[in-house]
């Protein structure tokens, strides 16, 4: 092999695997984004349909993904190590935790009312805090009530969505 043949071999040599990993998980998230936003029309920059803000943040999602595994390609990185289930756990079992008590659940005999912003919120951060080495109870809680509080004037007196903060409280 000629030594300008062996540069270029060593120049498409994975240098990052983290990096290319994480690449490839953003396109593939994307394709699944546009895959399940195929049927939404997109509407027009004048009238904005429901497909425009997913199939856009797809492809810019597909576009970020493809830059990563460029630099992967170029620039020296981690290589590619398990990550913390822990994390993952407590980061989706939040989301999940969030969606039951803001709205309840009816699992036949189990019956859970919609608990509200109020009890989801902070609820959300403390049990998706739970994922960090280095938490500190005293000032995740701060956060949550912070949050909370913010979310609750933003999203229910901001903009009026219709959210419920305490229903089992205040009726609202």
């Not at 822990?86 to 005999?109: K, M, S």
């Not at 999203?155 to 609202?172: H, N, Q, V």
Request: aromatic share 8%; glycine share 12%.
């Amino acid at each position: 092999m000629s030594l300008n043949k062996i540069e270029a071999a060593q120049g498409l040599r994975i240098r990052s695997t983290q990096d290319f990993a994480g690449g490839v998980f953003m396109i593939a998230l994307a394709g699944l984004a546009l895959f399940l936003a195929r049927d939404l029309p997109m509407g027009s920059l004048r009238q904005i349909g429901p497909g425009m803000l997913p199939k856009s943040f797809a492809v810019i999602c597909a576009g970020l993904g493809a830059l990563l595994c460029l630099a992967s390609l170029r620039y020296h990185g981690e290589k590619l190590s398990g990550w913390s289930w822990r994390g993952t756990i407590h980061v989706l079992g939040g989301t999940i935790l969030f969606a039951l008590a803001i709205r309840g659940f009816d699992l036949g005999p189990i019956h859970v009312p919609s608990l509200g912003l109020v009890v989801a919120g902070p609820l959300v951060v403390l049990f998706s805090g739970l994922a960090a080495d280095d938490r500190n109870l005293k000032e995740l809680v701060i956060f949550a009530v912070v949050m909370t509080t913010a979310c609750s004037l933003l999203f229910k007196y901001a903009l009026g969505l219709p959210i419920p903060l305490a229903p089992w409280l205040l009726g609202i």
